[in-house]
T-cell receptor
Framework: GENVEQHPSTLSVQEGDSAVIKCTYSDSASNYFPWYKQELGKGPQLIIDIRSNVGEKKDQRIAVTLNKTAKHFSLHITETQPEDSAVYFCAASIQGAQKLVFGQGTRLTINP | GAVVSQHPSRVICKSGTSVKIECRSLDFQATTMFWYRQFPKQSLMLMATSNEGSKATYEQGVEKDKFLINHASLTLSTLTVTSAHPEDSSFYIC????????????FGPGTRLTVL
């Protein structure tokens, strides 16, 4: 089955700098890759997603890139702000399959 | 749009009692809902997949008789933890999926269960 590896497990950056979180997946049939942000004591919030027919997608300060050949995708956050501090999860899914397979999570801390 | 609610947000119960958690999709019809369990500082662990009008599909290792799931309508799924024990204490989160080719899932706010 699908396996998703996420790195790093923790990331600390200065406010205003950029943060990058990387994920690799094992099943080449996967074609949907969402990213979730989870704040303490809350449920995950979908922040951006990308499908396999696209190499990059951007939404304001957040971008996701996908390399299908290498089977990895990354989340990029620019001009980080204190409210970006949270745990971020990547996930992968195969079209037609119902389940998402999640990475282990990255705890992002933005230092003022 | 795409709002999912859970109730209650927090529950404390005595060992041996049963607890019901509700998950509702407020502004869309969800043919599929999912139930996850999350331990502190860990990732989401899928417990079961719930399709409206049919029996839930449980992940390996999840006790069907302990975690009863009902998906009676396109907007409501319930998880009942039966005969709860302290080891069942956890953060339970539901998600709902649009009826689309891609697997967009929207999560509820979670329910913190503490069994004394």
């Amino acid at each position: 089955g699908e396996n998703v590896e996420q790195h790093p497990s923790t990331l600390s950056v200065q406010e205003g700098d950029s943060a990058v979180i990387k994920c690799t997946y094992s099943d080449s049939a996967s074609n949907y890759f969402p990213w979730y942000k989870q704040e303490l004591g809350k449920g995950p919030q979908l922040i951006i997603d990308i499908r396999s027919n696209v190499g990059e997608k951007k939404d304001q300060r957040i971008a996701v890139t996908l390399n299908k050949t290498a089977k990895h995708f990354s989340l990029h956050i620019t001009e980080t702000q204190p409210e970006d501090s949270a745990v971020y999860f990547c996930a992968a899914s195969i079209q037609g399959a119902q389940k998402l397979v999640f990475g282990q999570g990255t705890r992002l801390t933005i230092n003022p | 749009g795409a709002v999912v609610s859970q109730h209650p947000s927090r529950v404390i119960c005595k060992s041996g009692t049963s607890v019901k958690i509700e998950c509702r999709s407020l502004d869309f019809q969800a043919t599929t809902m999912f139930w996850y369990r999350q331990f502190p500082k860990q990732s989401l662990m899928l417990m079961a997949t719930s399709n409206e009008g049919s029996k839930a599909t449980y992940e390996q290792g999840v006790e069907k008789d302990k975690f009863l799931i009902n998906h009676a309508s396109l907007t409501l799924s319930t998880l009942t933890v039966t005969s709860a024990h302290p080891e069942d204490s956890s953060f339970y989160i539901c998600s709902a999926r649009f009826s689309r080719p891609y697997n967009e899932q929207f999560f509820g706010p979670g329910t913190r269960l503490t069994v004394l």
